[in-house]
């Protein structure tokens, strides 16, 4: 009668859906900032995929664009010994420390949007996407705008940060193609609005010819145009990167000539799957890129409506 029990119990048991049997997956995530719409996007992107899986949680920080403070949340990751790491860096130059806590305590590391400078060592990888094809996609649909010639200013982001970087190098390979194109300033806003208000309105002042403002994302672009509507100065073109609502609707308005399009749904979701899967010790890709689109007057609808 025991075995018979035993049987039907073992039987029921393999009927059973295979997640009740699981296990829990903890993720320590660190984020550069909260307080930045795009990662606001992608943390909850992030958020929602976890709730979506049913048995993966996470524990989100904020470094608050305090490297110091960001290597001590991958320090208080390990001690917790959580399953997997997703860092989106404060400083893309500065990830050897946290690569190496992860690596010793032989815990998976996903990067995600901000794309590390650094060797990645097995059991991590990177999701996100090629920061330089979304200034060259940029700086394309800008030169034809403004008919091949003209002065640029370029809003840097964080200094710190690869996207800073290489967004800018794709926007100066472009100019460096038309003669008529001029850069004449580069100054950091430091991806946010107000820095960028501040920055604009000081190139205003300054009596230089502004034709074209590229930012390294939207919320400084939008910080540009603001600044322009409170000099009074029309013409100028100003272009961002991310493709964010806020973007959406000044692009509608007529006020930002153009964005692109970072997914960070794509990005967030990626970025789960990536740390889920190699948590579960499958095999994954180390750079899991997510594409960019041109968002300009003509095609922003389909993006407002898919938010």
């Known amino acids: 009668m025991k075995l018979k029990k035993l049987i039907v119990t073992s039987v029921l048991m393999c009927m059973l859906p295979v997640s009740v049997f699981a296990k829990d997956i903890k993720i320590g995530v660190s984020m550069a900032h909260f307080d930045d719409n795009f990662l606001t996007i992608l943390r909850q992107a992030m958020q929602k995929k976890m709730k979506e899986d049913g048995n993966v949680s996470g524990q989100f920080e904020d470094a ?5 403070q960001q290597i001590q949340q991958v320090e208080n990751f390990v001690s917790q010994g959580v399953d997997a790491i997703i860092l989106n860096p404060v400083d893309t ?9 992860a690596e010793n305590a032989k815990i998976p590391l996903v990067f995600v949007n901000r794309r590390p400078e650094a060797t990645l060592p097995a059991g991590m990888a990177y999701v996100g996407s090629d920061s330089k094809l979304a200034g060259k996609l940029q700086m394309e649909e800008l030169i034809k705008q403004m008919n091949g010639k003209g002065n640029v200013m370029i809003l840097l982001g964080e200094l710190s940060s690869e996207a800073t970087r290489d967004r800018t190098r794709g926007v100066e390979e472009v100019v460096a193609q038309y003669p008529g194109v001029h850069i004449i300033d580069k100054q950091t806003a430091k991806f946010f609005r107000k820095e960028a208000v501040d920055v604009t309105t000081d190139w205003i002042l300054s009596g230089q010819q502004i034709d074209v403002i590229v930012s390294n994302n939207d919320e400084m672009a939008i910080g540009a145009i603001l600044a322009l509507k409170q000099a009074k100065k029309t013409g100028v073109l100003v272009a961002g990167i991310d493709g964010t609502p806020d973007a959406l609707e000044f ?12 997914d960070a749904k794509g990005q967030g979701e990626g970025a789960v799957q990536t740390a889920i899967q190699l948590v579960k010790g499958e095999k ?7 594409p960019y689109q041109l968002i300009t007057q003509a095609n922003y609808q389909q993006f407002a409506d898919n938010k």
Request: proline fraction near 3%; charged fraction near 25%.
């Open 251 to 262: 692009i509608k308005k007529g006020d930002l000539s153009l964005s692109i399009f970072q």
């Open 93 to 101: 130059q500065g990830v050897k420390p946290m690569i190496k806590l």
């Open 64 to 68: 608050k664009g305090d490297i110091a």
């Open 284 to 290: 994954v890709e180390s750079s899991v890129m997510i």
